[in-house]
């Protein structure tokens, strides 16, 4: 580390994380990576559904939650008391940001909205994270990804063609952007009362975060009228990409992206003549010409051992990767060599493997200090070096159902 540089680039960062399940914990989380002293508040009688959402680990925390509760403290704490709540907005005075999930309205009538907080710490910023944001005439729907999917547009759009609509991958996907997106709103936010002294409040939406990532599909319509519907592993501009089946029952993923990619192509299959072929001579045409092209590839790929197929199309720069499943990543050799399968060790349940931390910082990098806690664990702690209560105002907090 080089003098003068602090040891994580959010240290002396304050975060509340009062949200549930995945979206505002994981932007948590990504914060916590980098320095940021996260605290996890969940209601004294009521987990956190990460604390049960898959498998369980051998002390019966669930790998879910070991995962994606890393590096913060856990406390207890009764929002929706008056006293909890007072608890909260002392505590609130000492952050520097408050994450929430709640449908909106919950955290204003418990006297916890930005308005409220925000004049008891005006430099605080509040990320809120929610289905369908905070007004518009869909704001008291609930919602989960799997919605936020549907809704955004990207469920229609996967699946093959003509079948039913499917889950797009990742369970979570809209989590974890939305995740992602408020943790980038948090990081603006943050530089922007470094250099005002003012705080702000972050509106993320699940399904805006989703919509965001759908390419030209809003700007087509629009101008075009096209409505774009499933195609299975093949995109709409671009032929030959898809995913293609080989001789030994493995998949690879081809992106043949622009002509001069399908050059390489037809020179790795031995038939420079398809540039040549009216048919196939650009990507317009490869196009208007989809199956017949597919078909001719389909053959190629499916005549090789992935391992051979993929020697013959990196030998010829034509971009071609594995499908990997997890097992498949855990076995290959970039992965490894990139450091993408973090070992942490934990005392109660030893070593466990976890995706690496994103982005790389060369001179700051983040880091996993431990995994998910459990419930409640630094309650006590934290009320002492937060608020200074002693262990008779903290005995009788627990007595009252508070903490």
Known sequence: MEPNVPEKPLSGIRVLDAATFLAG????????????????????????????????????????????????????????????????????????????????????????????????????????????????????????????????????????AGGKPLTPGAMALGDYLSGLYAALGVLLALRFRDLTGRGQYLDVALYESVFRFLDELAPAYAKKGVVRERMGADTPNIVPHSHYRCADGTWVALACSSDKMFERLAAAMDRPELTADPRFANMHARVKNRDAINAIVEAWIGGYPRDELMRRCLKAEVPCGPINSIADIFADPHYQARGNLLKVFDQEVGELVLPSIVPRLSLTPGSIEHLGRHKGADTDAVLREWLELDDAQIADLRAREII
């Open 25 to 160: 914990p994981f932007c948590a989380t990504t914060l916590s990576e980098f320095g940021a002293e996260v605290i996890k508040i969940e209601h004294p009688k009521l987990d956190d559904p990460l604390r049960s959402l898959g498998a369980r680990s051998e002390n019966g925390e669930t790998f879910t939650w070991l995962s994606e509760a890393r590096n913060k403290k856990t406390i207890t704490l009764h929002l929706g008391a008056p006293a909890g709540a007072e608890l909260f907005r002392a505590m609130a005075r000492k952050a520097d940001v408050v994450i929430e999930n709640f449908r909106p309205g919950t955290m204003e009538k418990w006297g916890l909205g930005y308005a409220a907080l925000s004049a008891l710490n005006p430099g605080l910023v509040m990320a809120r994270i929610t289905a369908y944001g905070q007004d518009g005439p869909y704001k008291d729907r609930p919602g989960f990804a799997r919605i936020a999917h549907a809704f955004s547009g990207i469920t229609y759009l996967t699946g093959e």
